[in-house]
């Protein structure tokens, strides 16, 4: 019914990338809780991604699911709350890294964010609201060998 509709149209948007699993998974569920309007992504693993979409789905919230590697540009999106999870770890000694590993993982964990803030602030400041959360390893505190 249209009351219904103009409820769910007024519902916030909230894009949640590396959701298929674990950190990412867990904070998509809570925003569909909540009542959020859901958006996911990862790049690799569709079954979870989709699995994930349809526990969504079963809290009566509508949820978009999408592969894509947030590191390009043309997968990424605006949304009310944007949440940039998506990474990737190299477990090894820098000396042993190759420039390829280096470069994937500057795509996935920096570009990526930086992707999706660059389409999602316009947004934002045009409806004068928006939360951004970026979420990082704890090795970003402090390293340890390999």
Same mark, same amino acid.
């Given at each position: 019914?249209?009351?219904?509709?103009?409820?769910?149209?007024?519902?916030?948007?909230?894009?949640?990338?590396?959701?298929?699993?674990?950190?990412?998974?867990?904070?998509?569920?809570?925003?569909?809780? &909540?009542?959020?309007? !859901?958006?996911?992504?990862? +790049?690799?693993?569709?079954?979870? #991604?989709?699995?994930?979409?349809?526990?969504? *789905?079963?809290?009566?919230?509508?949820?978009?699911?999408?592969?894509?590697?947030?590191?390009?540009?043309?997968?990424?999106?605006?949304?009310?709350?944007?949440?940039?999870?998506?990474?990737?770890?190299?477990?090894?000694?820098?000396?042993?890294?190759?420039?390829?590993?280096?470069? &994937?993982?500057?795509? !996935?964990?920096?570009?990526? +964010?930086?992707?999706?803030?660059? #389409?999602?602030?316009?947004?934002?400041?045009? *409806?004068?609201?928006?939360?951004?959360?970026?979420?990082?390893?704890?090795?970003?505190?402090?390293?340890?060998?390999?």
């Amino acid at each position: 019914d249209l009351e219904r509709m103009v409820l769910r149209m007024a519902r916030k948007t909230v894009l949640v990338t590396g959701a298929s699993r674990g950190i990412g998974k867990a904070i998509a569920v809570k925003f569909a809780k &909540k009542g959020y309007n !859901v958006a996911i992504s990862c +790049v690799h693993s569709k079954e979870r #991604l989709w699995q994930t979409q349809k526990e969504i *789905q079963s809290y009566q919230v509508p949820c978009l699911a999408y592969m894509g590697d947030m590191g390009d540009m043309k997968c990424c999106g605006g949304a009310d709350i944007l949440i940039n999870n998506a990474g990737i770890a190299y477990i090894g000694l820098l000396q042993d890294m190759s420039t390829e590993d280096w470069e &994937k993982m500057l795509h !996935v964990n920096l570009t990526s +964010v930086f992707n999706c803030c660059k #389409l999602a602030i316009p947004y934002m400041v045009r *409806q004068k609201q928006g939360k951004i959360v970026n979420i990082s390893s704890v090795w970003g505190l402090a390293g340890a060998s390999c």
